[in-house]
Each structure stands twice: as structure tokens, then as C-alpha cells.
């Protein structure tokens, strides 16, 4: 059975860039990859959303190769209050033409000083 | 927060005891998802609403119910027939479903 992965943790310093890997190779054909940030006990956070190629916002970019089964959420010169859990979200494709928005397992990023 | 509205934020019952967990939007989504979250957990699907009236169960939907009568509403019931009902609780909406997810603070539930 497909799953979306992610790796469970990831340790960065002010300052560097920080890639964030999702595999998803059983992605559903017309859904989008959604990229989550949550802080301890609060609701996460939407931090950026695309199909295809490559999406830039004022916070984050996102790269998504041409099959889509893998998306790279980046953060630019990251910094202390970036220490947080990122979850991708994807709908995956079952049988029956019914898909699922299946989220990954989360990554855990800390930032130190 | 965002438009989203959980209550209570915290909430204690005794092993048994149906409860129900208030969740209110007032952003006119469609969509609205129930998900639960175990600690150093991600989040798993519990049921989600398309549209008024209409609601599929998630991942792991046994133990709860869920309605929508309202566009604004999607309270959820954890019965006691779930084995193991504490956790946090997060509701979520949207406008679709390829739309971003806007998650209320959530409730923790402890049951004992």
C-alpha cells in the first residue's frame, strides 16, 4: 500500500536553508501538495500549495518534479521560531476512482542557535 | 482560530461517557475534516463533509459520528465504544478539497 513518507527529524542553525523531502509515489492525478507547520499543541499552519514545477511565496518554496512523486518544501535562512513539525498533504489515489487526503507522518525541525 | 472555533479547549470524562466536541466556522467553507492527534503523532482522519448533509469516514472512524446540518457546524461524538479516546482533536475547513486547510486550536479530551 503507497504512504506518504517523510523523514521524522531534521536539525538546522540560523541562517541555512533547510529541505524538507515527501514521497508520495501513488499521488492522485488532480490533487495538489499542500505543506503544513505546527507548533506544540495549536492547529497547524498552511505554508504553501502547488501542482507542479516549482511555487515560491514569501515564506517558503516548494519543488515538485515532473512525475509529482516527490515535492521539496525549502526554507530560506531559517531562524529559531522555525523549530516546529512540517506535514505535506496529498490526496492519494485508490481504486474506484475515490482518492485520499492522506497526510505524511510529519518531520520535526530544530533550528539552533 | 482563523475563523475556526473549537470548544472546550480542554475537556475530562469518565471511561463510558459519550462526548461531544463543538466545532464552528464561520469562513462559508464547504469542506469540513475531524482529525485526531496522539502525542508526537501525526494527524489521522477521522470523518470529513464535502457538503451539508453529507459526510465519508476517514482512516479511523470507528468510535465516533459526526453530522452536518449545518454549513457552519461539524460537532463530533467520541462513544464509548472507542478503545482509546484520549488525544487532541483538530477540526479543519476549506473551501474545496485542493484548498488550504484552516485548523481551529483544537481540544484535548482526556478520558479516565
Known sequence: LAKT???ISMD?????EVNITCS??????NDYITWYQQFPSQGPR???QGYKTKVTNEVASLFIPADRK????SLPRVS????AVYYCLVGEALS???????FGAGTRLAVHP | DGGITQSPKYLFRKEGQNVTLSCEQNLNHDAMYWYRQDPGQGLRLIYYSQIVNDFQKGDIAE????SREKKESFPLTVTSAQKNPTAFYLCASSAGRNYEQYFGPGTRLTVT
Do not use: C, W
Open chain 1, 46 to 48: 498552511f505554508i504553501i
Open chain 1, 24 to 29: 508520495h509515489n501513488n499521488i492522485a492525478t
Open chain 1, 5 to 7: 513518507t517523510q523523514p
Open chain 2, 63 to 66: 468510535g465516533y459520528s459526526v
Open chain 1, 70 to 73: 516527490s515535492s521539496t518544501l
Open chain 1, 96 to 102: 474506484g476512482g475515490y482518492n485520499k487526503l492522506i
Open chain 1, 12 to 16: 538546522s542553525y540560523e541562517g541555512q
Open chain 1, 80 to 83: 529559531l521560531s522555525d523549530t
